[in-house]
């Protein structure tokens, strides 16, 4: 009998000792900094060794049972460059736990962190970082059954920098060079962080940086991002940087493999729709270096929906107000935009409403130029201004039809304009313009006119030539019809040539105007 009792004794002891003395003793153990210290040194040996890159780490302390503290994390890259250096690390360990092969965290703040990624080779897209981990992994989307929790992630004053070697050009004018990006000044909040096998999800909060081009993004954030596959979706997405402030209720960036993204401009689809942004034009070629310009325009209360690669995409434009002057709407497609030069834009029934003062300043503040007097009360007493329009084909040789309603009559005009060269033809029908009103002539009255205009508008000069069939015109209170006109229009110089078949005015007139 005591033999039994001395053995259950000794089983209880062991039990004792497995269960709760060694944890004790270990976790004394790994409070102490010095052995704290020995196993780092010994784990980042192990781990260097495995990976086959140089990994170092200053110091770790573990307070208490529930967090961790690391400072100076290094870890080189396989050519001896710094990939990943954080400052000073620290994870609330409170809630993790190991369970059914799920890892959970609790809050995690990095500061004075430092990533640097650079492309070697497009074809297999392959990185300083991924030749790390795996250069000849290919990844297969629903491999993994990987699974954490985080609580939230801080970021704080820490420095991203990514180089393409291979495609790196200059930006024409300025603005962020995606093949050449360092931000600093990085700060970035992210809650509730979710991750099982290859899908991810998370809130997006206060991200901001500095790129060395000097962008500034005051604050980015989204209610919720989620990767799934190789599908981005992003949901209440809010920027506020230089003069703008977007809401961005949806975006999303869906490709059917990651291979596809090495071909973004074709086969990566973009779904996206805005809600009362503002977007300022000069602030947007900070961030698409393409559209680079200086030119003043503001987009107010812009809403609007998009769909498609970036090469063939299509959207609606359901209002904008342009430098708080001018509002319209428009259904719009894009084909080609990699290459402007071949690109192809239509623009489907697009409407503008202003009003001829506004627009006189509008004209003012997007070219820098102010009209001249004359010119300015015209517009101006043409009272309200509403515009019609359909444009279509090549951004150098554009096609379509406007109709110009105003307080004093329309003008419509059907034709096609070859921007770069600055030619000019179309057919013009003016219905019942005031043209005393307009022009502030009280001998004259209404006039309607159908007719062909051929124009090359320069820098320096312009030259057209005019062909009018005028079948109403109000002089001296009395309405005349079947007019002619023709007139060539070169150097400041308009010669006019009309010749009339009314039964009140049977007669034919040469002139010319010196506009010098």
Do not use: C
Request: charge should be negative; charged fraction near 25%; aromatic fraction near 6%.
């Amino acid at each position: 009998m005591r033999k039994v009792i001395k053995i259950l004794l000794t089983v209880v002891s062991s039990l004792i000792l497995a269960t709760i003395i060694l944890p004790l003793v270990i976790a004394a153990l790994l409070g102490v900094p010095a052995v704290q210290n020995v196993v780092v040194d010994t784990l980042t040996s192990y781990a260097s060794e495995l990976v086959g890159i140089d990994m170092d780490v200053e110091k770790v302390r573990i307070r208490g049972y529930n967090q961790l503290e690391i400072e100076g994390l290094y870890m080189e890259d396989r050519r001896g460059d710094t990939m990943l250096y954080v400052q000073r690390a620290k994870a609330n360990l409170n809630k993790a736990a190991i369970a059914k092969g799920a890892i959970i965290v609790g809050d995690v703040v990095a500061e004075g962190a430092y990533v640097n990624v650079y492309l070697l080779d497009t074809m297999s897209n392959l990185s300083n970082v991924k030749e790390v981990t795996d250069p000849n992994d290919d990844y297969v989307s629903g491999n993994s059954t990987f699974s954490m929790d985080i609580n939230d992630i801080t970021l704080i004053d820490s420095r991203f920098v990514y180089r393409d070697t291979i495609r790196y050009e200059d930006v024409v004018g300025g603005g962020i060079n995606w093949k050449d990006m360092d931000f600093s000044d990085l700060n970035a909040k992210s809650n509730h962080i979710h991750v099982r096998g290859d899908s991810i999800s998370m809130e997006l909060h206060d991200i901001s940086f500095t790129d060395k081009s000097g962008v500034v993004a005051d604050r980015v954030g989204a209610e919720d991002f989620s990767l799934a596959g190789s599908n981005l979706y992003f949901s209440g997405i809010t920027v506020l940087t230089g003069n703008s402030d977007l809401n961005v209720p949806y975006l999303g960036i869906l490709a059917e493999d990651w291979k596809d993204y090495k071909q973004f401009n074709d086969k990566v689809r973009i779904e996206g729709e805005s809600v009362g942004s503002r977007l300022d034009m000069t602030t947007l070629s900070n961030y698409v270096p393409t559209l680079w310009t200086q030119i003043p325009i503001e987009l107010s209360d812009l809403t609007f929906s998009i769909g498609g690669v970036v090469n063939d995409f299509e959207g609606d434009i359901n209002n904008v107000v342009v430098n708080d002057m001018a509002q319209l709407a428009t259904n719009f497609s894009a084909l080609g935009l990699e290459d402007l030069a071949t690109a192809r834009l239509a623009l489907d029934s697009l409407e503008m409403q202003s009003e001829g003062s506004a627009v006189n300043d509008l004209v003012a503040e997007i070219s820098g130029k102010k009209l001249s007097s004359e010119v300015a009360s015209l517009i101006s007493r043409a009272g309200s201004v509403g515009v019609e329009a359909t444009v279509r084909g090549l951004l150098s040789d554009l096609g379509g039809r406007v109709k110009v309603t105003t307080s004093l009559g329309s003008v419509a005009v059907n034709g096609d304009v070859a921007t770069r060269g600055g030619n000019y033809s179309g057919k013009v029908d003016v219905r019942s313009l005031d043209l005393g009103r307009l022009l502030a002539k009280n001998d004259l009255g209404k006039v309607s006119l159908t007719g062909d205009v051929n124009a090359v508008l320069g820098k320096e000069d312009t030259t057209a030539t005019l062909l009018f069939d005028i079948s109403e015109l109000g002089f001296k209170n009395h309405i005349f019809k079947d007019i002619s006109l023709q007139g060539e229009y070169m150097k400041r110089l308009l010669e006019l040539s009309l010749e009339s078949n009314d039964e009140a005015a049977l007669l034919a007139l040469d002139g010319q105007i010196n506009l010098n």
